[in-house]
């Protein structure tokens, strides 16, 4: 198993698995985990996968994973295990991280982020010059917001209810080491976790942190020796 998610019905597992495929794990009523129907589609393997109530204007039913085949897959546990939405990278170009709402997919291609319309399957804008490595994490924070990680060690925070371009729409970064994986929590998802590629963990009120003071809701913890 390389990663999980819940649906939000609380009885469903979305699970990626080091064979390459997608598989759901269901709650059964006297506790026991049953395995599902399999998600297929997959050329290469799983990159990122996410679940959450947002995508599809909030139907709790769907996921998305991206692939080093060049795709982000949109599949919806009521129709079978074929997907219902697919967009494609420039060239075939790796995608390493994913996430959804509504109207919108981002995706982590390469060093650069993209952002497509649900609406057509197309790109809508790609931002290539934020990040010097591979991007692994991107989330939506907000309506019009979301943040970026990359393995260069920059965390970095757009915003586009104004307008959405590379340059103008960035709010602000934090920096560490390297990044592994990234993730928001918290009421309001207003706090950010890092786990790096040097075993620290990391955390951040993404806020505050982009307002350039020093020290602004930071914290770190490093794995026992």
Partial sequence: MLQLENLPDARTLVVSVSTGGVK?????????LVQGQVAE?????VTDLHARASLGNGDPHQFQCSSTDGFVRTWDTRTGGRPVESYSS??????YSCDGDATRVLGGVGD???????RTRKTVKQFPDTHLMDVVQVRWSGPDAFISASEDGNIAVFDLSQVICEEDSFVGAVSINST?????????SERLWCASNTETLHWWDWRAACDEAPGSGTGTAEAPN
């Fill in 24 to 32: 759901l794990v269901h709650l059964a009523d006297d506790g026991h």
């Fill in 41 to 45: 589609g997959f050329v290469e393997p």
């Fill in 90 to 95: 420039q060239h075939g170009r790796p995608v």
């Fill in 112 to 118: 650069e982020i993209y952002l497509w319309d649900r």
């Fill in 180 to 188: 592994r994986r990234m993730g928001l929590f918290g009421q309001d």
